[in-house]
């Protein structure tokens, strides 16, 4: 019982590294465009340079895992990570702070790829969706915490504080892995990095639909999703006019109760109402919620609670997207989990990182381009998974 508490505890800091250390440097946004004597766009821009990091290097360690086990490209991605945050702390421009975040992203993508193949090492169908949805309860009180820390770092130390924490987080993990985590892959072996078992695996999952959809499905999600941190910063403590603490405590307020109640009602009602069901209402609650940003602007203007509200809504809809979606796309593929997870989480990662760079050059003195956003990402997903995977997985 102790072991597995110690996997779980391993499990939740790796699978929220990437996630964290995007989001505490959030209310630093404004701040660090201020220092460095660069507009904000450029700043903007290093979160989807992160992202871009990540969704390369996540295949990289996909095929690492599926021959040597994901406890060496965890060990290896760790390294980088912790090399690219030190980087950050020290950058003395704009330009040296880009090259930091891309070497943190191709560190942290090992943390982002594989955490998801352990969890597909250990659990298979509404069960990984089951657990997939208590371990979001767990994520809850790490995730939600990253700008309120942000906040505070940025306010009474630097902006620099916040990269030297990402460097501390990440040693932590990394002295968890060397020397308290054993391997949790059965199927990893050598022969697994030859190339036609790269190309067979891969064009397994590529020409497999439900796969195939579910990632595209991610994709656009996720980009909507990230396309928050990008402008929602700007918005809120540039044109709004909140601080960046009082940004990080309405963040973390908002994932929290969001995360509990929608992690909680869907661990509880995927067993009863089954994965597509939720995954419509997830998407559902995100469109609405694109709307309702958008109406606001024209009958409240730009204020926090016309933009706060939508976006909490948006935040609540997708908690009940990630877990079903992780479930339905990774199930079938229980032997070669390590590439499933990295193609997964490379689609998810792009999503952010392209759409990033998108919404880093949106207007941002209103809501409206955000909202459009929203709505038109979250519209193209449903579409999909309705005519592409949904078909298939009554087969």
């Not at 969890?119 to 657990?131: H, I, P, T, V």
């Not at 130390?157 to 060397?178: E, H």
């Not at 892959?185 to 695996?201: G, M, T």
């Amino acid at each position: 019982m102790r072991s597995k508490r110690l996997l779980i505890l391993i499990i939740v800091l790796v699978g929220c590294l990437s996630q964290f250390s995007s989001d505490i440097y959030a209310p630093a946004l404004p701040n660090i465009a201020h220092k460095l004597l660069t507009q904000i766009s450029l700043v903007q821009i290093s979160m989807a340079v992160y992202m871009l990091g990540i969704a390369v290097s996540i295949l990289i360690y996909g095929f690492i895992s599926e021959a040597l086990g994901r406890r060496t490209p965890l060990i290896i991605g760790l390294c980088i990570a912790t090399i690219g945050s030190i980087v950050c702390m020290f950058a003395n421009n704009i330009y040296i702070l880009i090259l930091g975040r891309l070497i943190q992203g191709l560190g942290f993508g090992a943390t982002a790829g594989l955490w998801r193949a352990i969890f597909r090492d250990l659990f298979s169908g509404k069960e990984l969706a089951k657990y997939g949805s208590y371990l979001t309860i767990f994520v809850t009180f790490i995730i939600p915490a990253a700008p309120v820390l942000g906040g505070y770092l940025q306010n009474y130390l630097s902006w620099r504080a916040i990269f030297a924490f990402i460097g501390v987080y990440a040693l932590f993990t990394l002295s968890l892995i060397i020397f308290a985590f054993k391997e949790t892959s059965v199927h990893h072996h050598p022969e697994h990095l030859r190339i036609a078992y790269i190309r067979s695996s891969f064009h397994n999952l590529l020409t497999n639909p439900i796969f195939s959809g579910t990632t595209i499905c991610t994709l656009l999600t996720y980009g909507a999703f990230f396309s928050w941190f990008v402008v929602g910063p700007v918005l809120l403590i540039n044109v709004v006019g909140i601080t960046p603490i009082e940004f990080g405590w309405l963040s973390a307020i908002a994932a929290g109760v969001a995360c509990i109640i929608g992690s909680i009602s869907n661990a509880k009602l995927v067993s009863r109402f089954g994965i597509p069901n939720m995954l419509r209402f997830g998407w559902g609650l995100m469109l609405l919620s694109g709307i309702s940003l958008f109406i606001c602007k024209f009958i409240f203007g730009v204020n926090l609670w016309s933009i706060f509200l939508p976006a909490t809504a948006f935040y609540f809809g997708s908690i009940f997207i990630w877990p079903n979606i992780f479930a339905t796309a990774m199930t079938p593929f229980a032997k070669n989990a390590g590439y499933a997870g990295s193609a997964y989480g490379f689609m998810q990662m792009i999503g952010g990182g392209v759409i990033g760079l998108i919404a880093a050059h949106l207007p941002t003195e209103t809501q409206v381009p955000l909202a459009i956003m929203f709505i038109v990402l979250v519209a193209v997903a449903w579409l999909v998974f309705e005519k592409v995977v949904k078909p298939h997985m009554s087969l």
